[in-house]
């Protein structure tokens, strides 16, 4: 068990779990968060999971937890680790079940003033878009041939499709299509899952919000990224559905046996994997591909579906009510990224499981508008308090792989928030303090009430305390669209 | 004293983790599927029983509760279909064979991502077998 005195201080935004804390860890473990955060930090098993995860072989420079950590399974969530190629291994529960969950924040030039007296019209109109829900099926049901196409293509075959403009492929982490993505590798009940739930938010803590753009921090990125303190703004928070969450379970499952052949001992069976090089890495690598594809997919068509909502009820009442993207993130990924580790540059394999890409100024990925001023880090507060827009560093470079954190992170069990939130007392709650609620499930939204996260103002000032991610905009939540 | 069988919650912060105990590791499978569909919030419709039978094989207990948690969510979602009727016999320890009956589902709160393996072992007790389930949510 991690406890607070065997946390070394390496600045006040910075602390360390060192190798030696365990015999078998591989890597030391940073943790990026305030003297104050620790205290929330310890109440749960977080640490203990990222001291486990520094056990996998291949590791190179650190696992790094962000301030919004918070107890997962195997990995935790808000963890980042990445393993050296070739021999390094890749772990799909490093990622995740839902491969690609990810956020996609739409800007406008709609102002509060305008907007507000449509604003429970937005959010029925979003509500009937936008399919959400458990069980849910999508706006698109794909054929066999269709599916193999998104998977390939990702928000290109959106385009295609005409849900997508080349600007939101543009403003999307790898332009909406990670390359090596092979259908083959996908077992026929994920295709199963995965043909009819294109274009669903889905449930749990997916979510379709507008926002008010609330506070500016940085003018000049700000306005790079066409943000303006006053106009409305859109977050969708969702992945790859079903679709995902097969992939994941298949390989998890194959990977137990993959670990008995490659010799590697785990702490946990949740943390299986295999070597990038072998043949079971590769294919787990090609079919995470297709899922992450079919989330930039998703996103794109919720967006395209966003957009409908708007043009349905403020066509004629406002000037102008299009949505344009500002930019689309994962959070539950893994990537083949160069990293300079050590002095010496090195090709990785970056898994962030509840952590955001952060890439500082000048990084050849970005698009051309932002290598300027780092790529924009999109991170969702829980649906009664803020979110904020935040871009890269190039400390973040050096420090944890470009990363940075994914949302606020829960404080509370779900059992917890259940005995403690009545679903309905808070809908009338969030509606009293001006936000308009659509959800599918009162215990579901109880699940999710503000208390039951941490304050995501805190965890953004750790972050940018730490170096590894500049302020740009707060949001303050108008409607939130739960299923 | 705790009953012969039987599954509760546990607090946990991201996701749903479930106890499950039994004698036996048929009863087991049996507690944990009826646990499972305790944290959903599932609720079947009367009348119109369906049946289905389940064989699976897997390398261990560990790997058998897993595969057969993962196909009621996959009938769950891909059928509408939950269960409250369990026949399960269990050989050495790693072959299973199910046949359930219930019907379609009238209420669901929450879905299910997955059935994980973090720190899952089936354990021997004094009263029979014990095992701590985290369900992705």
């Known amino acids: 068990m991690v406890t607070l005195q065997d946390l070394k201080r390496i600045s006040d935004y910075e602390w360390e779990i060192p190798q030696t804390f365990r015999p078998d860890m591989r890597v030391p473990v940073r943790l990026f968060a305030t003297r104050r955060m620790l205290q929330d930090v310890m109440k749960d098993k977080s640490l203990e999971q990222a001291v486990n995860a520094a056990t996998l072989p291949g590791l190179v420079g650190h696992v790094i937890v962000m301030p919004d950590m918070h107890q997962g399974y195997g990995f935790p969530i808000g963890g980042v680790a990445a393993t050296r190629l070739p021999d390094g291994v890749i772990s799909p529960g490093g990622i995740g079940y839902d491969i690609n969950c990810g956020v996609r924040l739409l800007g406008s030039q709609i102002r509060l003033e305008a907007a507000h007296p449509h604003l429970d019209a937005l959010a029925t109109a979003l509500n009937q878009h936008c399919p959400s829900g458990v069980g849910e099926k999508g706006s698109v049901r794909l054929t066999e041939a269709e599916l193999e196409a998104v998977c390939r293509q990702g928000s290109r075959w959106a385009l295609k499709q005409g849900f997508a403009s080349e600007a939101d492929l543009r403003r999307t982490e790898e332009s909406g299509c990670v390359e090596g993505a092979d259908p083959n590798k996908v077992s026929k009940r994920a295709r199963e899952r995965g043909r009819p739930q294109l274009g669903s938010l889905g449930a749990g803590n997916h979510f379709i919000e507008i926002d008010l753009v609330e506070q500016v921090f940085d003018s000049t990125a700000a306005s790079v990224m066409g943000l303006e303190q006053g106009m409305l703004a859109v977050q969708i928070h969702c992945g790859s559905r079903g679709f995902g969450h097969q992939i994941c379970t298949d390989y998890v499952e194959e990977f137990q046996g993959a670990v008995r052949r490659f010799g590697i001992h785990l702490v946990d069976r949740e943390l299986v994997c295999a070597p990038l090089s072998s043949p079971e890495g590769q294919s787990y690598l090609a079919a995470m591909r297709c899922a992450a594809n079919y989330a930039f997919a998703n996103r794109q068509i919720l967006a395209s579906s966003a957009r409908k909502a708007f043009e349905q009820v403020l066509a004629g009442k406002v000037k102008d009510w299009h949505l344009y993207q500002v930019y689309d993130i994962c959070h539950n990924m893994g990537k083949i990224e160069t990293h300079l580790i050590d002095g010496e540059l090195m090709k990785v394999c970056v898994h962030r499981k509840g952590a955001t890409r952060a890439f500082g100024p000048g990084a050849t990925e970005l698009p051309d508008e932002y290598k300027a001023i780092g790529q924009p880090v999109l991170v969702p507060g829980s649906m009664g308090t803020a979110s904020w827009v935040l871009v890269g560093t190039a400390a973040s470079m050096e420090q944890s792989f470009g990363s940075t954190c994914h949302g606020a992170g829960r404080l509370m069990s779900r059992h917890e928030a259940k005995r403690n939130v009545r679903g309905e007392q808070l809908r009338q709650d969030l509606e009293a303090a001006g936000i308009h609620i659509r959800a599918g499930s009162m215990a579901g939204l109880a699940e999710e009430a503000p208390q039951a996260y941490k304050d995501v103002d805190q965890v953004v000032d750790a972050v940018v305390g730490g170096g590894i991610a500049r302020k740009v905009a707060r949001l303050h939540p108008l409607a939130v669209i739960k299923g | ?137």
Not at chain 2, 24 to 50: H, W
């Open chain 2, 1 to 137: 004293m705790k009953p012969e069988f039987g599954f509760r919650e546990h607090p946990h912060t991201a996701d749903w983790e479930l106890e499950v105990w039994a004698p036996d590791l048929a009863t087991l499978l049996e507690q944990a599927a009826r646990g499972m569909y305790t944290l959903s919030g599932m609720r079947l419709e009367a009348g119109s029983p369906q049946e289905r039978s389940i064989a699976l094989h897997a390398a261990d207990a560990e790997g058998l509760l897993v595969n057969f948690l993962g196909e009621l969510l996959w009938v769950e979602q891909e059928e509408g279909l939950g269960f409250d009727v369990f026949a399960i016999t269990v050989e050495d320890q790693i072959n299973l064979r199910a046949e359930l009956r219930g019907s379609a589902i009238a209420n669901l709160d929450k879905e299910i991502k997955a059935v994980t393996y973090h720190n899952l072992a089936v354990k021997t007790t004094s009263q029979g077998l014990r095992v701590n389930i985290v369900f992705d949510v």
